[in-house]
């Protein structure tokens, strides 16, 4: 069974920041797609941040300039940097993997952005 395991999350004030981890049991392959969505109270989930099969990052509009994907590939592991955090930020945030034709999904890891 693959898990992924998400940390990082918490209360932060405006402005501030934050940085996610998402640790996986199985190791990334180069053609995986793995990343970030989140999810607000009433409101669908969405995506964040993600690396496409190619290599490729993709950012939802919203965050471009403030977060940043990155990936250990010898860890196993995703990182979302986020910074400038804004109050519309808060969500669960949950990490996201398509492996060997299967999709897996973290616990999710809530951030609070509020003074």
């Known amino acids: 069974q693959v898990q992924l395991v998400e940390s990082g999350g918490g209360l932060v004030q405006p402005g501030g920041s934050l940085r996610l981890s998402c640790a996986a049991s199985?190791?990334?392959?180069?053609?995986?797609?793995v990343g970030w969505y989140r999810q607000a109270p009433g409101k669908q989930r969405e995506l964040v941040a993600a690396f496409s099969s190619d290599g490729n990052t993709n950012y939802a509009d919203s965050v471009k300039g403030r977060f940043t994907i990155s990936r250990d590939n010898a860890k196993n592991t995703v990182y979302l940097q986020m910074n400038s955090l804004k109050p519309e930020d808060t969500a669960k945030y949950y990490c996201n993997l398509y492996t060997r034709l299967t999709d897996y999904w973290g616990q999710g890891t809530q951030v609070t952005v509020s003074s």
């Open positions: 199985i190791s990334f392959l180069s053609r995986d797609t």
